[in-house]
């Protein structure tokens, strides 16, 4: 009897134990699980050399050769158009009418001579981090009112932009008080070019995902002298800053997006999506989240099929097409100049010159084509949304963890995807603000520089008046 009675407390022993385990593990995996681990890689040529790396920052300007214009033009004279359907529009993707256009002004008007300077008006540098040249703006600010220091603010682009869009917003935030906004808040502005885009190092290897940028980004402000700072991203930017706020919480003080994207959708969303139209209180919707979602089919899984091909191709065989685009500069401009149309308007499609240049330059959106142009980067800015997708969809550590840094969202009415606040707090659970913008598109930072800048700097001002970051 007293062994049974042994057999008995020892295995209430067990079983307390196991109870108590499976409790600690449980909330001490939590607490592990709500940061994400900073990517180690190393990205170069071959095997890891055993020499430390050089962590010394360059400065670097944007140079022409003649060759390189010389070579342009005359792919550009032998360029080979097809004849568009008749009353196609933008229907069909770039329509070649108008692109023939383009393609005049970027032979006899546009100066790229002239847009090199532009593009070094700012300093610019670059610096080897995990094995790859990384190519960055740096813009500090002209003056600083007596006993106010700058805030460090990485800017991230996306697909199929540069950091070039960034370059109307930069004074904004640098010098404020010159562009009729209050000075309580002048930044230091960074903008890296993404891996594979523009004039930083593409990865040599496989699976460098937004994980891999966004910890390349942190080693990149750590460099630079930034244990604090702010982030602001929109397209694979939002993504690249989401994932960094979730690798180092405590140095990032706010995450400011212009896009934001639920990768993982749960029974509610669901739910919201049939029901959110007739209940929207339920669902905690507001009215513009159904005006921009509903009817749910057209506006959204419709939009999506219709304008989500370019991103099958890039997230299966991105060397394929891709090699078609790298030797072509008009089919490089059809390939984005399309989405510079459909993504600041749907609507857009509906018009011969896909409305193009009722919101940007010709001069602007050839300077972009010429960044991946002359740096022959398109095969490789493609690859990125294979590195993010080839896994599937919400399969990834940092889809299920959320973020718990400040977020600010702007929201525009002709994004490319509708993501309501309801949403967007499953994921963000520390949004300070959410605000549904007048007007403007995908490309918010070169398209509507000043409402964005005006967004960024009413956040920060939250933020800092409340002291968010500290409370962490």
């Known amino acids: 009897e007293f062994c049974s009675s042994l057999a008995g407390i020892m295995l209430l022993d067990i079983l307390v134990t196991l109870i108590l385990g499976t409790i600690i593990y449980y909330f001490l995996s939590r607490k592990k699980e709500e940061t994400l681990p900073f990517k180690e890689g190393w990205w170069g040529k071959g095997q890891k050399p055993d020499a430390e790396e050089d962590t010394s920052i360059r400065p670097f300007k944007v140079e022409t050769t003649e060759e390189e214009l010389s070579d342009l033009f005359r792919r550009l004279d032998?360029?080979?158009?097809?004849?568009?359907l008749e009353n196609s529009y933008f229907h069909y993707g770039t329509n070649s009418v108008y692109l023939r256009k383009v393609i005049s002004y970027w032979k006899n008007q546009f100066n790229w001579k002239k847009q090199v300077e532009v593009l070094n008006k700012y300093p610019q540098f670059k610096t080897k981090i995990q094995?790859?040249?990384?190519?960055?703006?740096?813009v500090k600010p002209p003056r600083l009112p007596e006993g106010q220091s700058a805030k460090p603010l990485l800017m991230v682009h996306g697909w199929p932009g540069s950091f070039y869009e960034f370059y109307k917003i930069i004074p904004l935030l640098t010098d404020p008080a010159s562009h009729g906004f209050s000075d309580e808040h002048i930044f230091e502005v960074i903008c890296p070019s993404i891996p594979g885009y523009g004039f930083s190092e593409a990865p040599h290897k496989k699976d460098f995902d937004s994980v891999s940028a966004a910890s390349v980004f942190y080693e990149l402000m750590?460099?630079?002298?930034?244990?604090?700072f702010y982030a602001q991203g929109g397209d694979c930017g939002w993504l690249i800053c989401t994932n960094l706020a979730q690798i180092a919480p405590n140095h990032m003080k706010g995450l400011h997006l212009n896009f934001a994207l639920v990768t993982k959708l749960g029974f509610a969303h669901v739910l919201s999506i049939l029901l959110g139209r007739y209940l929207p209180w339920l669902f905690r919707f507001?009215?513009?989240d159904v005006k921009r979602m509903f009817p749910f089919?057209?506006?959204?899984?419709?939009?999506?099929l219709m304008e989500s091909g370019y991103s099958h191709i890039q997230a299966t065989k991105p060397d394929t097409v891709g090699c078609g685009l790298n030797d072509s500069p008009v089919g490089l401009a059809a390939y984005i100049l399309e989405k510079f149309s459909t993504w600041t308007d749907l609507e857009f499609r509906n018009l011969e010159d896909g409305g193009v240049e009722r919101k940007f330059t010709l001069d602007d959106l050839l300077t972009n084509i010429m960044i991946y142009w002359v740096s022959g980067c398109i095969v490789s800015s493609m690859r990125f949304y294979k590195e993010n997708l080839q896994k599937g969809m919400g399969t990834q550590k940092h889809e299920r963890l959320t973020v718990q840094v400040p977020t600010g969202i702007a929201s525009f009415p002709n994004e490319i995807i509708h993501t309501p606040q309801a949403w967007a707090q499953k994921k963000y659970t520390n949004i300070v603000s959410f605000h549904y913008m007048p007007r403007g598109g995908h490309f918010a930072a070169l398209?509507?520089?000043?409402?964005?800048?005006e967004d960024i700097l009413q956040f920060v001002g939250k933020v800092e008046k409340q002291q968010l970051w500290r409370k962490k």
Request: proline content about 5%; overall charge negative; hydrophobic content about 40%.
């Open 286 to 288: 507001q009215d513009e």
């Open 297 to 304: 089919l057209e506006k959204g899984l419709y939009k999506m």
């Open 131 to 138: 094995g790859i040249d990384i190519h960055f703006v740096h």
């Open 78 to 84: 032998q360029a080979r158009f097809t004849e568009p």
């Open 222 to 228: 750590l460099r630079l002298g930034f244990s604090e």
């Open 447 to 453: 398209e509507e520089p000043e409402l964005l800048a």
